[in-house]
Protein backbone atom coordinates (compact mmCIF):
# COMPACT_ATOMS: atom_id res chain seq x y z
CA UNK A 1 0.00 0.00 0.00
CA UNK A 2 3.18 2.15 0.93
CA UNK A 3 4.37 1.54 -2.34
CA UNK A 4 1.40 2.32 -5.00
CA UNK A 5 0.95 5.76 -2.32
CA UNK A 6 4.81 6.86 -3.26
CA UNK A 7 3.64 5.62 -7.35
CA UNK A 8 0.44 7.81 -7.27
CA UNK A 9 3.15 10.89 -5.56
CA UNK A 10 5.53 10.05 -7.97
CA UNK A 11 3.01 10.22 -11.46
CA UNK A 12 1.34 13.32 -9.45
CA UNK A 13 4.59 15.08 -8.79
CA UNK A 14 5.83 14.60 -12.75
CA UNK A 15 2.14 15.79 -13.80
CA UNK A 16 2.79 18.75 -11.59
CA UNK A 17 5.72 19.58 -12.73
CA UNK A 18 4.87 19.11 -16.49
CA UNK A 19 1.70 21.46 -15.76
CA UNK A 20 4.14 23.84 -14.43
CA UNK A 21 6.52 23.65 -17.44
CA UNK A 22 3.31 24.27 -19.74
CA UNK A 23 2.13 26.60 -18.08
CA UNK A 24 5.28 28.59 -17.97
CA UNK A 25 6.62 27.62 -21.91
CA UNK A 26 3.05 27.21 -23.71
CA UNK A 27 3.93 30.23 -26.26
CA UNK A 28 7.40 28.77 -27.25
CA UNK A 29 6.16 25.36 -27.23
CA UNK A 30 3.52 26.22 -29.23
CA UNK A 31 5.81 28.16 -31.89
CA UNK A 32 8.14 24.79 -32.00
CA UNK A 33 5.20 22.69 -32.93
CA UNK A 34 4.17 25.35 -35.21
CA UNK A 35 7.63 25.62 -37.09
CA UNK A 36 7.95 21.85 -36.85
CA UNK A 37 4.61 21.23 -39.13
CA UNK A 38 5.92 24.31 -40.82
CA UNK A 39 9.00 22.79 -42.23
CA UNK A 40 7.54 19.22 -42.54
CA UNK A 41 4.72 21.13 -44.73
CA UNK A 42 6.93 23.13 -47.05
CA UNK A 43 9.10 19.84 -47.51
CA UNK A 44 6.10 17.91 -48.28
CA UNK A 45 6.85 16.59 -52.24
CA UNK A 46 2.57 17.52 -52.49
CA UNK A 47 3.63 21.44 -51.18
CA UNK A 48 6.95 21.54 -53.06
CA UNK A 49 5.15 19.87 -56.39
CA UNK A 50 2.15 22.70 -56.35
CA UNK A 51 4.99 25.96 -54.94
CA UNK A 52 8.44 25.18 -55.34
CA UNK A 53 11.17 24.85 -52.33
CA UNK A 54 14.24 27.65 -50.97
CA UNK A 55 17.39 25.89 -50.15
CA UNK A 56 19.74 28.19 -48.05
CA UNK A 57 23.30 28.64 -49.29
CA UNK A 58 25.53 29.02 -47.00
CA UNK A 59 29.20 29.79 -48.40
CA UNK A 60 32.42 29.35 -46.40
CA UNK A 61 33.35 32.34 -44.44
CA UNK A 62 36.12 33.47 -46.27
CA UNK A 63 34.60 33.30 -49.30
CA UNK A 64 31.62 35.90 -48.81
CA UNK A 65 30.86 39.05 -50.53
CA UNK A 66 28.49 41.49 -50.52
CA UNK A 67 26.98 40.80 -53.74
CA UNK A 68 26.10 44.16 -55.76
CA UNK A 69 26.38 42.53 -59.31
CA UNK A 70 25.23 39.28 -60.65
CA UNK A 71 26.24 37.28 -64.09
CA UNK A 72 25.38 34.30 -65.14
CA UNK A 73 28.20 33.26 -67.14
CA UNK A 74 28.63 30.68 -70.11
CA UNK A 75 30.04 28.44 -68.46
CA UNK A 76 26.90 27.71 -66.21
CA UNK A 77 29.05 29.87 -63.16
CA UNK A 78 27.68 32.63 -61.05
CA UNK A 79 30.23 35.76 -61.27
CA UNK A 80 28.97 37.96 -58.28
CA UNK A 81 30.70 41.20 -57.73
CA UNK A 82 30.78 43.38 -54.92
CA UNK A 83 33.21 45.95 -55.30
CA UNK A 84 33.47 47.46 -52.05
CA UNK A 85 30.28 46.10 -51.29
CA UNK A 86 29.22 49.32 -49.87
CA UNK A 87 31.45 49.25 -47.29
CA UNK A 88 33.42 52.63 -46.97
CA UNK A 89 36.31 50.79 -45.29
CA UNK A 90 36.60 48.37 -47.53
CA UNK A 91 36.60 51.14 -50.29
CA UNK A 92 39.67 52.55 -48.14
CA UNK A 93 41.77 49.87 -47.74
CA UNK A 94 41.23 48.34 -51.41
CA UNK A 95 39.95 45.54 -50.02
CA UNK A 96 38.36 44.91 -53.78
CA UNK A 97 36.03 41.49 -54.13
CA UNK A 98 34.09 39.52 -56.73
CA UNK A 99 33.57 35.62 -56.21
CA UNK A 100 32.62 32.84 -58.64
CA UNK A 101 30.19 30.35 -57.46
CA UNK A 102 29.37 26.91 -58.97
CA UNK A 103 25.86 26.11 -58.45
CA UNK A 104 26.42 22.63 -59.63
CA UNK A 105 29.23 21.82 -57.14
CA UNK A 106 29.04 24.28 -54.66
CA UNK A 107 32.61 25.35 -54.91
CA UNK A 108 33.47 29.22 -55.11
CA UNK A 109 36.54 30.95 -55.39
CA UNK A 110 37.27 34.50 -54.33
CA UNK A 111 38.38 36.97 -57.55
CA UNK A 112 39.93 40.42 -56.34
CA UNK A 113 38.56 43.33 -58.37
CA UNK A 114 41.27 45.83 -59.83
CA UNK A 115 39.11 49.29 -59.15
CA UNK A 116 36.07 49.66 -57.20
CA UNK A 117 33.03 48.09 -59.91
CA UNK A 118 30.69 48.53 -56.96
CA UNK A 119 27.57 50.43 -58.79
CA UNK A 120 29.00 50.30 -62.14
CA UNK A 121 27.03 48.73 -64.82
CA UNK A 122 27.30 45.09 -66.38
CA UNK A 123 26.14 42.91 -69.18
CA UNK A 124 27.96 40.45 -70.73
CA UNK A 125 29.06 40.32 -74.63
CA UNK A 126 28.61 38.80 -77.72
CA UNK A 127 31.84 36.44 -77.17
CA UNK A 128 30.88 35.84 -73.69
CA UNK A 129 32.73 38.11 -72.02
CA UNK A 130 31.59 39.97 -69.34
CA UNK A 131 31.88 43.93 -69.71
CA UNK A 132 31.51 46.06 -66.10
CA UNK A 133 31.59 49.62 -66.75
CA UNK A 134 32.12 52.40 -63.88
CA UNK A 135 32.09 52.23 -60.52
CA UNK A 136 33.20 54.36 -57.15
CA UNK A 137 35.14 56.86 -57.63
CA UNK A 138 34.74 58.07 -54.04
CA UNK A 139 32.16 57.19 -51.09
CA UNK A 140 28.98 59.86 -50.14
CA UNK A 141 29.36 62.26 -47.13
CA UNK A 142 26.33 62.51 -45.14
CA UNK A 143 24.98 65.67 -43.96
CA UNK A 144 26.69 67.12 -41.10
CA UNK A 145 29.64 64.97 -42.03
CA UNK A 146 31.48 67.62 -44.17
CA UNK A 147 33.72 69.95 -42.66
CA UNK A 148 35.36 71.70 -46.02
CA UNK A 149 33.76 73.54 -48.48
CA UNK A 150 33.31 71.40 -51.72
CA UNK A 151 31.81 71.54 -55.26
CA UNK A 152 32.49 71.26 -58.80
CA UNK A 153 35.00 72.39 -60.81
CA UNK A 154 34.56 73.03 -64.45
CA UNK A 155 38.53 73.34 -65.76
CA UNK A 156 38.80 75.43 -69.20
CA UNK A 157 41.31 75.38 -71.79
CA UNK A 158 41.60 77.74 -74.29
CA UNK A 159 44.15 76.88 -75.68
CA UNK A 160 43.81 74.86 -79.23
CA UNK A 161 47.77 73.85 -79.47
CA UNK A 162 48.30 71.70 -76.55
CA UNK A 163 46.75 69.42 -74.10
CA UNK A 164 47.42 69.90 -70.16
CA UNK A 165 47.44 67.48 -67.20
CA UNK A 166 46.23 68.77 -63.81
CA UNK A 167 47.45 66.49 -60.92
CA UNK A 168 45.11 65.69 -57.98
CA UNK A 169 46.20 68.45 -55.10
CA UNK A 170 46.27 71.20 -57.44
CA UNK A 171 45.31 74.37 -56.18
CA UNK A 172 42.51 76.75 -57.24
CA UNK A 173 42.24 80.41 -55.59
CA UNK A 174 38.59 81.91 -55.77
CA UNK A 175 38.43 85.93 -56.31
CA UNK A 176 38.10 86.37 -52.49
CA UNK A 177 41.10 84.07 -51.93
CA UNK A 178 40.22 81.47 -51.00
CA UNK A 179 42.02 78.14 -51.76
CA UNK A 180 40.56 74.56 -53.15
CA UNK A 181 42.62 71.46 -53.83
CA UNK A 182 41.07 68.97 -56.54
CA UNK A 183 40.86 65.24 -55.52
CA UNK A 184 41.55 64.14 -58.55
CA UNK A 185 44.10 63.71 -61.77
CA UNK A 186 42.13 65.77 -64.71
CA UNK A 187 43.31 65.33 -68.30
CA UNK A 188 42.90 68.46 -70.42
CA UNK A 189 42.13 68.18 -74.12
CA UNK A 190 43.06 71.01 -76.53
CA UNK A 191 40.08 73.79 -77.30
CA UNK A 192 38.69 73.08 -80.54
CA UNK A 193 39.33 75.55 -83.89
CA UNK A 194 36.83 75.91 -86.63
CA UNK A 195 36.45 77.73 -89.24
CA UNK A 196 39.23 79.45 -92.11
CA UNK A 197 40.79 82.53 -92.13
CA UNK A 198 39.16 85.85 -90.39
CA UNK A 199 36.26 83.72 -89.45
CA UNK A 200 38.41 81.07 -86.83
CA UNK A 201 36.11 79.97 -83.65
CA UNK A 202 38.07 78.81 -80.65
CA UNK A 203 35.68 76.36 -78.06
CA UNK A 204 37.18 75.68 -74.96
CA UNK A 205 37.77 72.23 -74.01
CA UNK A 206 36.50 71.37 -70.28
CA UNK A 207 36.64 68.93 -68.06
CA UNK A 208 35.18 68.80 -64.33
CA UNK A 209 36.44 67.73 -61.07
CA UNK A 210 35.92 67.96 -57.31
CA UNK A 211 37.71 70.49 -55.25
CA UNK A 212 37.35 70.74 -51.59
CA UNK A 213 38.67 74.21 -49.18
CA UNK A 214 42.25 73.58 -48.06
CA UNK A 215 40.71 74.79 -44.44
CA UNK A 216 37.31 73.17 -42.57
CA UNK A 217 34.36 75.79 -41.40
CA UNK A 218 32.43 77.69 -43.54
CA UNK A 219 34.27 80.38 -44.11
CA UNK A 220 35.44 78.75 -47.77
CA UNK A 221 31.57 78.27 -48.33
CA UNK A 222 30.62 80.52 -51.86
CA UNK A 223 27.42 80.65 -53.06
CA UNK A 224 29.00 82.20 -56.33
CA UNK A 225 29.65 80.43 -59.85
CA UNK A 226 33.09 82.50 -60.60
CA UNK A 227 36.42 82.40 -62.17
CA UNK A 228 39.01 80.61 -60.59
CA UNK A 229 42.94 80.89 -61.32
CA UNK A 230 45.03 77.88 -60.87
CA UNK A 231 48.46 77.62 -59.13
CA UNK A 232 51.91 77.04 -60.79
CA UNK A 233 50.72 78.30 -64.58
CA UNK A 234 53.04 80.56 -65.97
CA UNK A 235 51.49 83.64 -67.51
CA UNK A 236 51.21 82.60 -71.03
CA UNK A 237 48.94 79.48 -69.95
CA UNK A 238 47.20 80.99 -67.06
CA UNK A 239 45.36 83.47 -69.90
CA UNK A 240 44.09 80.24 -71.00
CA UNK A 241 43.41 77.57 -68.44
CA UNK A 242 41.18 78.58 -65.81
CA UNK A 243 38.43 77.05 -63.24
CA UNK A 244 34.67 77.92 -63.15
CA UNK A 245 33.82 76.92 -59.69
CA UNK A 246 30.11 76.22 -59.16
CA UNK A 247 28.97 76.60 -55.94
CA UNK A 248 31.03 75.60 -52.45
CA UNK A 249 29.13 74.57 -49.99
CA UNK A 250 28.82 72.45 -46.84
CA UNK A 251 25.68 70.20 -48.18
CA UNK A 252 25.76 66.46 -48.36
CA UNK A 253 27.88 65.40 -51.63
CA UNK A 254 26.42 62.25 -53.54
CA UNK A 255 29.00 59.31 -54.43
CA UNK A 256 31.54 60.12 -57.47
CA UNK A 257 31.84 57.43 -60.95
CA UNK A 258 34.64 56.58 -62.24
CA UNK A 259 35.77 56.43 -66.17
CA UNK A 260 37.04 52.77 -65.84
CA UNK A 261 36.30 49.30 -67.75
CA UNK A 262 36.89 45.76 -67.39
CA UNK A 263 35.98 42.74 -68.89
CA UNK A 264 36.18 39.35 -67.13
CA UNK A 265 36.92 35.89 -69.13
CA UNK A 266 35.22 33.37 -67.64
CA UNK A 267 37.66 30.84 -69.33
CA UNK A 268 40.56 32.34 -67.71
CA UNK A 269 39.10 33.78 -64.67
CA UNK A 270 40.49 37.13 -65.10
CA UNK A 271 39.66 41.10 -65.12
CA UNK A 272 41.22 42.96 -68.01
CA UNK A 273 41.22 46.69 -68.20
CA UNK A 274 40.11 48.61 -71.21
CA UNK A 275 40.29 51.82 -72.22
CA UNK A 276 38.67 54.40 -69.97
CA UNK A 277 34.79 55.91 -70.66
CA UNK A 278 33.99 59.33 -72.12
CA UNK A 279 32.02 59.77 -68.74
CA UNK A 280 32.42 58.62 -65.29
CA UNK A 281 29.32 56.66 -64.32
CA UNK A 282 27.88 55.87 -61.01
CA UNK A 283 24.39 53.64 -61.40
CA UNK A 284 24.89 53.53 -65.40
CA UNK A 285 22.94 50.89 -67.53
CA UNK A 286 24.42 49.04 -70.06
CA UNK A 287 21.60 47.81 -73.13
CA UNK A 288 23.50 44.89 -75.56
CA UNK A 289 21.97 45.78 -78.98
CA UNK A 290 21.42 44.08 -81.92
CA UNK A 291 24.55 45.16 -83.30
CA UNK A 292 26.52 43.79 -80.47
CA UNK A 293 27.55 46.99 -79.05
CA UNK A 294 26.83 47.79 -75.55
CA UNK A 295 24.28 51.21 -75.04
CA UNK A 296 25.46 52.75 -71.98
CA UNK A 297 23.43 55.89 -70.51
CA UNK A 298 23.16 57.40 -67.54
CA UNK A 299 24.63 57.70 -63.97
CA UNK A 300 26.71 59.95 -61.38
CA UNK A 301 29.69 61.46 -63.22
CA UNK A 302 32.88 62.09 -61.54
CA UNK A 303 31.51 64.97 -59.30
CA UNK A 304 28.08 63.30 -57.93
CA UNK A 305 26.08 65.00 -60.81
CA UNK A 306 23.18 63.27 -62.51
CA UNK A 307 25.18 62.98 -66.49
CA UNK A 308 22.98 65.62 -68.51
CA UNK A 309 22.27 63.14 -71.01
CA UNK A 310 25.60 61.74 -72.33
CA UNK A 311 25.92 58.76 -73.82
CA UNK A 312 28.19 56.34 -75.64
CA UNK A 313 28.03 52.65 -77.10
CA UNK A 314 31.35 50.06 -76.37
CA UNK A 315 31.69 48.17 -79.64
CA UNK A 316 33.71 44.76 -78.49
CA UNK A 317 35.32 44.07 -82.09
CA UNK A 318 37.34 46.73 -81.56
CA UNK A 319 37.05 47.17 -77.47
CA UNK A 320 36.72 51.03 -77.80
CA UNK A 321 33.89 53.60 -76.66
CA UNK A 322 32.22 55.69 -79.31
CA UNK A 323 31.10 59.16 -77.98
CA UNK A 324 27.80 59.64 -79.19
CA UNK A 325 27.54 63.62 -79.28
CA UNK A 326 24.68 63.06 -81.55
CA UNK A 327 22.26 62.01 -78.41
CA UNK A 328 22.12 63.86 -75.55
CA UNK A 329 18.35 62.27 -73.69
CA UNK A 330 18.42 62.89 -69.97
CA UNK A 331 17.68 59.72 -67.66
CA UNK A 332 17.70 59.41 -63.86
CA UNK A 333 20.12 56.60 -62.76
CA UNK A 334 19.74 52.61 -63.52
CA UNK A 335 17.16 53.59 -66.29
CA UNK A 336 15.69 50.33 -67.55
CA UNK A 337 16.04 50.27 -70.97
CA UNK A 338 15.39 47.74 -73.73
CA UNK A 339 16.05 47.34 -77.82
CA UNK A 340 12.47 46.53 -79.52
CA UNK A 341 11.84 44.97 -82.20
CA UNK A 342 13.14 47.90 -84.74
CA UNK A 343 16.52 48.40 -84.75
CA UNK A 344 17.85 50.82 -82.70
CA UNK A 345 14.32 51.94 -81.11
CA UNK A 346 14.77 51.55 -77.59
CA UNK A 347 12.02 51.76 -75.15
CA UNK A 348 12.52 53.01 -71.64
CA UNK A 349 9.93 51.55 -69.30
CA UNK A 350 10.63 54.60 -66.78
CA UNK A 351 11.74 51.94 -63.89
CA UNK A 352 15.09 53.87 -61.95
CA UNK A 353 17.09 53.10 -59.16
CA UNK A 354 18.50 55.97 -57.21
CA UNK A 355 19.16 59.90 -58.41
CA UNK A 356 17.54 62.37 -60.52
CA UNK A 357 14.67 65.14 -59.72
CA UNK A 358 11.09 63.59 -59.45
CA UNK A 359 10.22 65.93 -62.58
CA UNK A 360 12.73 65.26 -65.02
CA UNK A 361 13.51 61.96 -67.32
CA UNK A 362 10.76 60.18 -65.52
CA UNK A 363 8.46 59.92 -68.30
CA UNK A 364 8.31 56.58 -70.16
CA UNK A 365 8.54 56.27 -73.81
CA UNK A 366 10.45 55.43 -77.41
CA UNK A 367 13.63 56.54 -77.99
CA UNK A 368 15.46 56.17 -81.43
CA UNK A 369 18.95 56.41 -81.06
CA UNK A 370 19.81 57.14 -85.15
CA UNK A 371 17.89 60.47 -84.59
CA UNK A 372 17.40 61.03 -80.73
CA UNK A 373 13.95 61.38 -80.90
CA UNK A 374 11.69 60.46 -77.69
CA UNK A 375 8.03 59.59 -77.61
CA UNK A 376 6.27 59.48 -74.57
CA UNK A 377 4.20 56.44 -73.53
CA UNK A 378 1.00 56.90 -72.05
CA UNK A 379 -1.20 54.93 -69.63
CA UNK A 380 1.08 54.26 -66.86
CA UNK A 381 -0.68 53.64 -63.66
CA UNK A 382 1.21 55.28 -60.46
CA UNK A 383 3.52 57.22 -62.59
CA UNK A 384 5.45 58.96 -59.57
CA UNK A 385 5.83 55.80 -57.89
CA UNK A 386 8.47 54.23 -60.55
CA UNK A 387 11.99 54.49 -58.61
CA UNK A 388 12.83 51.09 -57.32
CA UNK A 389 10.69 49.34 -59.61
CA UNK A 390 11.27 46.49 -62.13
CA UNK A 391 10.89 45.81 -65.12
CA UNK A 392 11.12 42.98 -67.94
CA UNK A 393 10.37 40.85 -71.17
CA UNK A 394 7.86 38.15 -70.28
CA UNK A 395 7.12 35.73 -72.30
CA UNK A 396 8.83 34.89 -75.61
CA UNK A 397 10.45 38.05 -76.80
CA UNK A 398 8.89 37.80 -79.89
CA UNK A 399 5.86 39.00 -78.05
CA UNK A 400 7.45 42.31 -77.31
CA UNK A 401 5.64 42.52 -74.31
CA UNK A 402 7.53 44.60 -70.71
CA UNK A 403 5.94 44.09 -67.26
CA UNK A 404 6.20 46.78 -65.07
CA UNK A 405 6.08 45.85 -61.58
CA UNK A 406 6.05 47.32 -58.38
CA UNK A 407 8.52 50.79 -57.26
CA UNK A 408 7.84 53.61 -54.72
CA UNK A 409 8.64 57.00 -54.64
CA UNK A 410 11.92 59.44 -55.30
CA UNK A 411 14.64 59.24 -52.58
CA UNK A 412 13.76 57.64 -49.44
CA UNK A 413 9.67 57.78 -49.88
CA UNK A 414 8.00 55.56 -47.48
CA UNK A 415 5.24 55.21 -50.60
CA UNK A 416 5.23 51.76 -52.57
CA UNK A 417 3.11 50.48 -55.02
CA UNK A 418 2.18 46.61 -55.51
CA UNK A 419 1.00 47.44 -59.58
CA UNK A 420 2.03 45.57 -62.64
CA UNK A 421 1.30 47.43 -65.73
CA UNK A 422 2.20 46.01 -69.00
CA UNK A 423 3.10 47.40 -72.16
CA UNK A 424 2.57 45.35 -75.69
CA UNK A 425 4.84 47.08 -78.17
CA UNK A 426 3.03 45.32 -81.15
CA UNK A 427 -0.13 47.36 -80.48
CA UNK A 428 -0.52 50.02 -82.80
CA UNK A 429 -0.85 52.82 -80.52
CA UNK A 430 1.57 51.47 -77.85
CA UNK A 431 0.24 52.36 -74.29
CA UNK A 432 0.05 50.86 -70.61
CA UNK A 433 -2.52 48.45 -69.46
CA UNK A 434 -3.21 47.35 -65.92
CA UNK A 435 -2.26 44.06 -65.15
CA UNK A 436 -2.84 42.29 -61.03
CA UNK A 437 -1.65 43.29 -58.11
CA UNK A 438 1.22 42.10 -56.16
CA UNK A 439 -0.34 41.49 -52.82
CA UNK A 440 1.11 43.98 -51.03
CA UNK A 441 3.29 47.31 -52.55
CA UNK A 442 6.56 46.60 -53.26
CA UNK A 443 10.12 48.11 -53.78
CA UNK A 444 13.06 46.12 -55.45
CA UNK A 445 10.93 43.54 -56.69
CA UNK A 446 13.30 40.80 -58.41
CA UNK A 447 12.31 39.27 -62.13
CA UNK A 448 13.58 36.03 -63.11
CA UNK A 449 12.20 34.64 -66.73
CA UNK A 450 11.51 30.95 -66.66
CA UNK A 451 11.94 28.56 -69.37
CA UNK A 452 8.38 27.58 -69.64
CA UNK A 453 7.83 31.23 -70.27
CA UNK A 454 6.84 32.34 -66.67
CA UNK A 455 8.44 34.82 -64.91
CA UNK A 456 9.39 34.74 -61.33
CA UNK A 457 8.76 37.61 -59.01
CA UNK A 458 9.89 37.88 -55.52
CA UNK A 459 11.69 39.84 -52.69
CA UNK A 460 11.44 43.25 -51.95
CA UNK A 461 10.09 45.72 -49.63
CA UNK A 462 6.85 47.76 -48.38
CA UNK A 463 9.69 50.65 -48.12
CA UNK A 464 12.95 51.98 -48.60
CA UNK A 465 15.37 49.62 -48.09
CA UNK A 466 13.49 47.60 -45.97
CA UNK A 467 12.78 50.27 -42.84
CA UNK A 468 10.51 49.38 -40.15
CA UNK A 469 11.57 45.78 -41.03
CA UNK A 470 9.11 45.42 -44.48
CA UNK A 471 10.75 43.09 -46.13
CA UNK A 472 7.85 40.77 -47.91
CA UNK A 473 8.93 37.42 -48.37
CA UNK A 474 6.85 36.60 -50.94
CA UNK A 475 6.84 34.82 -54.40
CA UNK A 476 4.71 34.36 -57.55
CA UNK A 477 5.04 33.39 -61.17
CA UNK A 478 3.64 35.55 -63.69
CA UNK A 479 1.94 33.72 -66.35
CA UNK A 480 2.41 35.80 -69.66
CA UNK A 481 -1.15 34.11 -71.37
CA UNK A 482 -3.39 34.21 -68.60
CA UNK A 483 -2.04 37.21 -66.79
CA UNK A 484 -2.38 36.32 -63.08
CA UNK A 485 0.26 35.79 -60.41
CA UNK A 486 0.21 32.29 -59.18
CA UNK A 487 1.86 32.13 -55.07
CA UNK A 488 4.73 30.29 -54.90
CA UNK A 489 6.62 29.24 -51.69
CA UNK A 490 7.54 32.11 -49.50
CA UNK A 491 11.60 32.93 -49.21
CA UNK A 492 13.31 32.69 -46.03
CA UNK A 493 15.24 35.32 -46.49
CA UNK A 494 13.66 38.73 -46.95
CA UNK A 495 16.04 40.97 -49.27
CA UNK A 496 15.89 44.42 -50.58
CA UNK A 497 18.05 46.85 -51.87
CA UNK A 498 21.52 45.26 -53.63
CA UNK A 499 19.43 42.43 -54.44
CA UNK A 500 19.29 39.84 -57.77
CA UNK A 501 18.37 37.27 -59.26
CA UNK A 502 19.37 35.11 -62.13
CA UNK A 503 18.59 31.82 -64.04
CA UNK A 504 20.94 28.67 -63.77
CA UNK A 505 21.06 26.31 -66.40
CA UNK A 506 19.61 23.38 -64.54
CA UNK A 507 16.22 25.65 -64.40
CA UNK A 508 16.40 26.78 -60.95
CA UNK A 509 16.54 30.39 -59.51
CA UNK A 510 19.99 31.85 -57.45
CA UNK A 511 19.15 34.85 -55.56
CA UNK A 512 21.89 37.01 -53.66
CA UNK A 513 22.62 40.13 -51.78
CA UNK A 514 20.46 42.87 -49.62
CA UNK A 515 21.37 45.94 -47.85
CA UNK A 516 18.78 46.74 -45.07
CA UNK A 517 19.28 50.14 -43.91
CA UNK A 518 18.15 48.83 -40.37
CA UNK A 519 17.79 45.00 -39.09
CA UNK A 520 15.10 46.30 -36.73
CA UNK A 521 11.41 47.43 -36.91
CA UNK A 522 11.86 50.55 -34.76
CA UNK A 523 14.94 51.50 -37.13
CA UNK A 524 17.32 51.71 -34.23
CA UNK A 525 19.72 48.95 -35.15
CA UNK A 526 22.33 48.98 -38.20
CA UNK A 527 21.50 46.88 -40.87
CA UNK A 528 23.38 43.97 -42.14
CA UNK A 529 24.29 42.83 -45.32
CA UNK A 530 23.05 39.53 -46.49
CA UNK A 531 25.80 37.30 -47.66
CA UNK A 532 23.80 33.59 -47.91
CA UNK A 533 22.63 32.67 -51.30
CA UNK A 534 18.96 31.08 -51.69
CA UNK A 535 17.85 28.95 -54.82
CA UNK A 536 13.93 28.56 -55.36
CA UNK A 537 13.72 25.21 -57.35
CA UNK A 538 10.50 25.89 -58.91
CA UNK A 539 7.36 23.41 -59.02
CA UNK A 540 8.05 21.94 -63.00
CA UNK A 541 11.43 20.26 -60.85
CA UNK A 542 9.09 19.00 -58.45
CA UNK A 543 6.53 16.76 -60.14
CA UNK A 544 8.41 13.51 -59.75
CA UNK A 545 8.69 13.01 -63.24
CA UNK A 546 11.75 12.77 -65.04
CA UNK A 547 13.28 15.40 -66.56
CA UNK A 548 13.67 15.60 -70.78
CA UNK A 549 17.37 15.50 -71.53
CA UNK A 550 19.75 16.99 -74.64
CA UNK A 551 21.66 14.25 -75.67
CA UNK A 552 24.18 17.43 -77.34
CA UNK A 553 24.06 20.64 -78.65
CA UNK A 554 25.95 22.67 -81.50
CA UNK A 555 28.12 24.99 -80.09
CA UNK A 556 26.91 27.82 -82.04
CA UNK A 557 23.28 28.53 -83.52
CA UNK A 558 23.60 31.18 -86.21
CA UNK A 559 20.55 33.13 -86.63
CA UNK A 560 17.91 31.83 -89.39
CA UNK A 561 19.77 29.11 -89.20
CA UNK A 562 17.86 25.04 -88.15
CA UNK A 563 19.58 22.91 -85.24
CA UNK A 564 19.15 19.26 -85.13
CA UNK A 565 19.02 18.70 -81.09
CA UNK A 566 19.27 15.16 -80.22
CA UNK A 567 17.08 13.88 -77.41
CA UNK A 568 15.49 10.83 -76.19
CA UNK A 569 12.32 12.03 -75.21
CA UNK A 570 11.42 13.64 -78.60
CA UNK A 571 8.10 12.33 -78.26
CA UNK A 572 6.93 14.77 -75.33
CA UNK A 573 9.47 17.70 -76.36
CA UNK A 574 6.34 20.87 -76.61
CA UNK A 575 8.21 23.36 -77.33
CA UNK A 576 12.19 24.69 -77.14
CA UNK A 577 13.43 28.10 -75.69
CA UNK A 578 16.72 29.99 -75.89
CA UNK A 579 16.94 31.95 -72.91
CA UNK A 580 20.06 34.57 -72.23
CA UNK A 581 22.67 34.37 -69.53
CA UNK A 582 21.89 37.60 -68.07
CA UNK A 583 23.37 39.97 -65.59
CA UNK A 584 21.41 42.47 -62.85
CA UNK A 585 21.77 44.49 -60.41
CA UNK A 586 19.88 47.51 -58.86
CA UNK A 587 16.14 46.09 -60.30
CA UNK A 588 17.57 46.58 -63.28
CA UNK A 589 17.81 43.36 -65.73
CA UNK A 590 18.30 44.93 -69.23
CA UNK A 591 19.55 41.67 -71.24
CA UNK A 592 17.48 39.06 -70.33
CA UNK A 593 15.01 37.69 -72.79
CA UNK A 594 13.20 34.52 -73.37
CA UNK A 595 13.32 33.52 -77.17
CA UNK A 596 10.95 30.98 -78.84
CA UNK A 597 11.93 28.82 -81.28
CA UNK A 598 10.02 27.17 -84.06
CA UNK A 599 10.61 23.34 -83.50
CA UNK A 600 9.99 20.21 -85.48
CA UNK A 601 10.15 16.44 -84.49
CA UNK A 602 12.86 14.32 -86.07
CA UNK A 603 13.76 10.57 -85.67
CA UNK A 604 16.59 11.60 -83.14
CA UNK A 605 14.59 14.18 -81.28
CA UNK A 606 13.78 17.58 -82.89
CA UNK A 607 15.09 20.20 -84.75
CA UNK A 608 14.89 24.05 -83.76
CA UNK A 609 15.26 27.23 -86.01
CA UNK A 610 16.63 30.18 -84.54
CA UNK A 611 14.85 33.70 -85.93
CA UNK A 612 16.79 35.14 -88.37
CA UNK A 613 16.07 38.94 -86.20
CA UNK A 614 19.32 40.08 -84.20
CA UNK A 615 16.61 42.42 -82.32
CA UNK A 616 14.78 39.02 -81.53
CA UNK A 617 18.12 37.14 -80.57
CA UNK A 618 21.01 39.62 -80.08
CA UNK A 619 24.29 37.97 -80.36
CA UNK A 620 26.06 36.13 -77.13
CA UNK A 621 25.57 32.88 -74.91
CA UNK A 622 21.99 31.58 -74.31
CA UNK A 623 21.18 28.40 -72.48
CA UNK A 624 18.78 26.20 -74.81
CA UNK A 625 16.37 23.95 -72.71
CA UNK A 626 13.80 21.60 -74.24
CA UNK A 627 10.64 21.74 -72.33
CA UNK A 628 8.16 18.94 -71.97
CA UNK A 629 4.30 18.75 -72.28
CA UNK A 630 4.13 18.79 -68.54
CA UNK A 631 5.89 22.30 -68.69
CA UNK A 632 9.12 20.80 -67.06
CA UNK A 633 12.30 21.83 -68.66
CA UNK A 634 15.51 19.99 -69.24
CA UNK A 635 18.95 21.28 -68.25
CA UNK A 636 20.27 23.57 -70.54
CA UNK A 637 23.01 23.13 -72.71
CA UNK A 638 24.71 26.77 -73.43
CA UNK A 639 25.21 27.94 -76.81
CA UNK A 640 26.21 30.87 -78.59
CA UNK A 641 24.27 33.24 -81.19
CA UNK A 642 27.57 34.46 -82.83
Known amino acids: ?270 WTELPNMNQPRWYPTLTPLSDGNVLTVAGLDGVGQVLNGQTEEFDPRTNTWIDRKDLNQYFPTYPSIFETATPHK ?72 GRIDYLDLKDPAPHFTPGPNLAQPTRYPTMVNLPDDSTLITNGSLDYRGKGATNNHLAYTLDPTTNQLTPMADPRIGRDYHTEGLLLPDGRVLVAGSDPLFDDEKNTIPGTFEQRLEIFTPPYLEKGTPRPTITSAPPTMPRGQNADIPTPDGNRIAKARLVRTATATHVTTTDMRDVALPMQKTPDGVSVSVPPEPTIVPPGPYMLFLVDDKGVPSEAKIVNVP
Not at 9 to 38: D, K, M, T
Not at 63 to 81: E, F, P
Open 346 to 417: MVYTGSTAGYGPSDKGRVPGFWDIDTGAFTPIPGLRDPELMETSGSAWIGPVQDQRLAIVGGGGVGESPIST
Open 1 to 270: MRAKTRRYRQIALVVVAAAVLLGVNVPPAFSYVQEWRHERLINSPEYKAQYGHWDTIEIPPDQRVNSIHAVTMNDGKVLLIAGSGNKEDMFANKALKSLVYDPKTGQSRMIPVPDDMFCGGQTVLPDGRVLFAGGTQRYEKLDGAVTNAAGAMRIKNENPGAPRFLPAGTEFTSPSGQKYRSDFDTSLPPATKTGTRGKVTVTAAEEKVFVEAEQPGPQAVNGNREKYGISGLNPADAKNIYGLGEPMTLDKQDYQGTDKAYTFDPKTEQ
